[in-house]
């Protein structure tokens, strides 16, 4: 296991940086709280950064929490995976690879935004030994998002991803146009720091690639590696871990009206136990939109033995 402990911030919630490696990949990560305490890692999306955590971490560690948020893969200073791989099996290999890593054992919690929601779904039903308990954001479970994705005003929200499968998409990738994704997603938030955070992201043109390359992973499977199999095939499945789900009811990302259309639906692709929740007044990044709503949301839902 790697010495990370150097890198926590100490139990009054100060966030510090640092480097480890898991699953053959080098990570940047932020960190805080107490190493003794119970790992709470969460995952965030596109276009985004660990950055977007910088209000959960410290309120996590506040609670006791050691609390990481790996930039992940491709995203600088994250490097760019060897293998090539953006399927999302191998996110949650990272995930639960970062689990080994820094200490985690049964008391440890995910928590995940976006693509760390994809991540998180297959991360805890590939290996729920590993998670106590599961909050998503902005992405629901795989069934209930291809259900929702073909509705036309769906589609028009979508046009990204097809943009995505172009070889286009890296010029398409502007400074106007990451902040345009913003706006349209957080309609009114003002995200143009956190899109700034991202492009740093994209430290180089293979930066820019692999998170393009998540996208193209979605449509196309020549790419997963079998190695990855067993976490791909989770991903598809309802898992065992009780699981908030919480949604901006004013996401221009994915809409709250296509998402929460059938509530029971929703819960039925949930795991057992689970819980799906609107959040007024808030877009695609309600974390970042409505920290203190959110977080107590989150600190609630973990603190449930």
Known sequence: MADVSGADGSDTGEIKEGVVEANGLEFG???????????????????????????LLPELAAAGHRAVAPFLRGYAPTAVPPDGAYQTGALAADANALH???????DAVLIGHDWGAMAAYAASASAPGRWRRVVTLAVPPMGALL???????????????????????AMAMTDDFVAGLWN?????????EDAARFMRCMASPAHMEAAIGYYRAMLDSSGHLPRYAAEQEAAA????????????????????????GDRSELLARLPADSRAELVPDA??????????EVNRRVLDWIAVR
């Open 29 to 55: 990560y932020l960190a805080a709280g107490p190493a003794s305490g119970p790992l709470a890692l969460c995952l965030h999306g596109f276009p985004d950064s660990a950055h977007t955590w910088r209000h």
């Open 100 to 106: 080994e890593v820094f200490g985690g054992d049964g």
């Open 147 to 169: 259900e929702t994705f073909f509705a036309y005003e769906q589609l028009k929200r979508s046009f990204y991803i097809f943009l995505m499968q172009t070889p286009l998409a």
């Open 184 to 192: 349209d997603w957080s309609p009114g938030y003002g995200g143009a």
């Open 237 to 260: 499945k309802r898992g065992e871990r009780p699981t908030l789900y919480l949604h901006g009811a004013s996401d221009g990302c994915l809409g709250a009206d296509t998402v929460f």
């Open 283 to 292: 877009g695609h990044f309600l974390h970042l939109e409505r920290p203190d």
